[in-house]
């Protein structure tokens, strides 16, 4: 055979053999990809608790092979009305589940306390340590206190007009410290409603970021939020620290929720049981709030 016979039945072979191999390659492919089962959980609510389940779904993905946890920190109204819609199997909350929304749900909604956290009363990092009373701090967010050369406040030695930083309407943050400290977590009664001009935040970070960088803000955020930008102010003599929630003493404190819809099965409940694991509460005081469960250490 002369080598241009031999160079074409070559080509022809090529051009059998190409596409021949491609389907091959693509059956195999998809093969594998349909032996390999993906279960997907979706979370979504609070970004108060998103920042405990967004380091805690990788440690959880990593010893769960198989598994995709998926997360969005949309607020706690918007997590519930997510996972009673369907398309979450978990929502994160920042406080109690409401009665109309446990009614929306045909009463099926089930929460699990994950973890506790303290709400900081926040002032700029270059204040001098304030002492005031949950009903001074109420004052201050409903505009009776409106400088800071008012005598209540003037000890942190801030100038100007009061700005407050305060959370979105259906931030369960925001319904928590209405609750707590506005005494109304509707805010319908007399003094619970926040002071004209209050700038409305959509995130703890953003709030802190705010008040580090503006010495006549004030706000308030979960304990995982707080680091040396910012100064803490003293509630009844008091720090907000894990320390402080768990014996306590400190009076501005709530407990961080999973919810889902009926008892949890599958991997919603493998994932809340995980939560509740010594690892799960390693993840709860590592990303700066207090366990209510054993970690690691106390195993």
Do not use: C
């Not at 053999?17 to 195999?28: E, G, K, M, R």
């Not at 949950?134 to 007009?161: K, P, Q, Y």
């Not at 970021?209 to 040396?228: C, F, H, K, T």
């Not at 010594?278 to 207090?290: A, L, M």
């Amino acid at each position: 055979m002369s080598f241009t016979n031999r160079t074409k039945n070559l080509t022809i072979l090529l051009l059998i053999l190409i596409p021949t191999s491609a389907v091959i390659s693509w059956l195999i492919t998809t093969s594998i990809l349909n032996a390999r089962t993906e279960f997907i959980l979706n979370i979504d609510g609070s970004s108060t608790v998103f920042k405990i389940i967004d380091t805690a779904q990788f440690e959880f993905m990593d010893s769960h092979p198989g598994v995709s946890v998926t997360t969005s920190g949309v607020g706690t109204g918007a997590g519930i009305t997510a996972l009673t819609d369907g398309v979450a199997e978990i929502a994160m909350a920042s406080r109690p589940v409401k009665a109309i929304e446990n009614e929306s749900a045909d009463y099926k909604l089930r929460s699990f306390a994950i973890a506790k956290d303290g709400l900081a009363i926040i002032v700029h990092a270059s204040a001098n340590t304030l002492n005031i009373t949950l009903d001074e701090v109420r004052a201050i967010f409903n505009g009776t206190v409106e400088t800071w050369a008012d005598s209540l406040v003037s000890g942190a030695g801030l100038t100007g007009e009061i700005q407050l930083v305060v959370r979105e309407e259906g931030s369960g943050t925001r319904d928590a410290f209405n609750e707590l400290v506005m005494g109304d977590d509707k805010q319908l009664e007399p003094g619970s409603e926040y002071a004209e001009g209050a700038l409305p935040k959509s995130s703890n970070q953003l709030i802190k970021d705010a008040v580090a960088s503006n010495p006549n803000y004030v706000g308030y955020v979960g304990l995982g939020y707080m680091d040396e930008t910012v100064e803490a102010v003293l509630i009844n003599g008091v720090l907000p620290s894990k320390e402080t929630v768990q014996n306590s003493t400190y009076d501005i404190q709530r407990d961080l929720y999973l919810v889902t819809m009926g008892e949890p099965e599958g991997l919603a409940k493998e994932f809340i049981n995980w939560m509740f694991s010594p690892v799960g509460q390693d993840v709860v005081i590592e990303t700066g709030f207090i366990n209510v469960a054993k970690t690691s250490d106390e195993d």
